[in-house]
Each structure stands twice: as structure tokens, then as C-alpha cells.
């Protein structure tokens, strides 16, 4: 099982878009609808910010919004602002029983 | 509100045997709606997931480190734990550990963390 592909960083400037991808192959992001994206800030714990593809947890902003095409999920944050600069993690099952994270993106807020 | 933290040594000898321990309070590890996890975050490097259990004792783990990994669970303490056997350089990493949705299938809370090196 390999890691999930994701860009090792994007940047964006306060109040643009930016998107996230999360590429993997058909028996993990393609064969399951549980993908999920994480924030970390350094030295902090990770922080759930997607769940099931495009759900989010209560208390999670509606800027951030999750979707999936084949074997590509995608995380999109809207209205960027200074707060969102961290790094963002994919995840996946891989199988009903085990799990994949991506590589890591860094976001830069410009 | 759940808190996870973890406790155990921050160096390891290669060869040996690291061992942490999670302490889960405002929730309970015997509830079947999670499994109970490890992820750990080499230095400057990604997630990995290591493995999880179930408040039965069902385990599932990394094929990649399957062979030197134990998680075990003890609900009378409400704690969990990882031991992780012939440890090298590449386990030095910060060990975390986490609650695992079993409906929603993602990590809904995490301990902060705790570093572990591996050096003689």
C-alpha cells in the first residue's frame, strides 16, 4: 500500500481559492466514500475537517468543502485567510480494515 | 469532550521494544462505536497510520509494520497502548494517538502527541 499523492504545497492570498488534491487508485479513494482531511498547525495535533468526502464536523467552517472524482479526492477552501496556513493531510481506507494518509500539503497564505 | 494523551519513554535503544501508553478521559474505550488508534509523524514527514483496536480486542494493522506491532487495550483503565518491537533510527517519530469513528471512518480526536527517538 503507498501513501495517498497530494502536492507538497500550495499558496493562495487572503479571500482567493485554493484546492487541495488527493489522488489514489480504485481500491482506496475510488472504491470507498471515506475520505477524510485533516489540519495540522505546528506542533499540534491534527484536527478533522472532512469526513465522508464533503461532511464536516460540527464547528468546522463552511469555507472548507470536500468532493471526489474516480480515484481523486479534493479539499477547496474558500474566502483563505490567515488562520488556514497549515498542513493538510488526506486519508482513506484502504481496505474495510486498514487506512492511507497522503503526503502532506502545505498551505501558504501569501 | 474526549482527551487522548499519550505517556511513555522519549528514547528508545535500537532493538528494543518502544512502548506508550494512551489514556482516554471524557469518553470510554469500551464504547463500540470507535476503534482506538496509533499514527505517528516522522520528522518532517507525513502521517502513517500503525494499527488500531476495537474494545474487544480486535486489532487491525499496517501491513507494513504488522510483524513488529502489539496494541492492546485495557478497559479497566480506559487506556490503550502500542509496543512496537526491533525499533531502528526510522521509528523516531512523534507517536500519536487517536479515536477512530467506526460509521464515519476518520480520526475525530487525537492526543497531542509525544516524540520518540531512537538512539543508542
Known amino acids: 500500500q503507498s501513501a495517498l499523492t497530494q502536492p507538497a504545497s500550495v499558496s493562495g492570498s487572503p479571500g482567493q481559492s485554493i484546492t487541495i488534491s488527493c489522488t489514489g487508485t480504485s481500491s482506496d479513494v475510488g472504491g470507498y466514500n471515506y475520505v477524510s482531511w485533516y489540519q495540522q498547525h505546528p506542533g499540534k495535533a491534527p484536527k478533522l475537517m472532512i469526513y465522508?468526502?464533503?461532511n464536516r464536523p460540527s464547528g468546522v467552517s463552511n469555507r472548507f468543502s470536500g468532493s471526489k472524482s474516480g480515484n481523486t479526492a479534493s479539499l477547496t477552501i474558500s474566502g483563505l485567510q490567515a488562520e488556514d496556513e497549515a498542513d493538510y493531510y488526506c486519508?482513506?481506507?484502504?481496505?474495510?480494515?486498514?487506512?492511507?494518509f497522503g503526503g502532506g500539503t502545505k498551505l501558504t497564505v501569501l | 469532550q474526549v482527551q487522548l494523551q499519550e505517556s511513555g519513554p522519549g528514547l528508545v535503544k535500537p532493538s528494543e521494544t518502544l512502548s506508550l501508553t494512551c489514556t482516554v478521559s471524557?469518553?470510554?474505550?469500551?464504547?463500540?462505536?470507535?476503534?482506538w488508534s496509533w499514527i505517528r509523524q516522522s520528522p518532517g514527514k507525513g502521517l502513517e497510520w500503525i494499527g488500531y483496536i476495537y474494545y474487544s480486542g480486535s486489532t487491525n494493522y499496517n501491513p507494513s509494520l504488522k510483524s513488529r506491532v502489539t496494541i492492546s487495550v485495557d478497559t479497566s483503565k480506559n487506556q490503550f497502548s502500542l509496543k512496537l518491537s526491533s525499533v531502528t533510527t526510522a521509528d523516531t517519530a512523534v507517536y500519536h494517538c487517536?479515536?477512530?469513528?467506526?460509521?464515519?471512518?476518520?480520526?475525530?480526536?487525537w492526543g497531542q502527541g509525544t516524540l520518540v527517538t531512537v538512539s543508542s
Open positions: 486519508s482513506s481506507c484502504a481496505t474495510s480494515t486498514t487506512v492511507l
Open positions: 487517536a479515536r477512530h469513528d467506526v460509521f464515519r471512518r476518520c480520526f475525530d480526536s
Open positions: 465522508e468526502v464533503s
Open positions: 471524557g469518553g470510554s474505550v469500551s464504547s463500540g462505536s470507535y476503534y
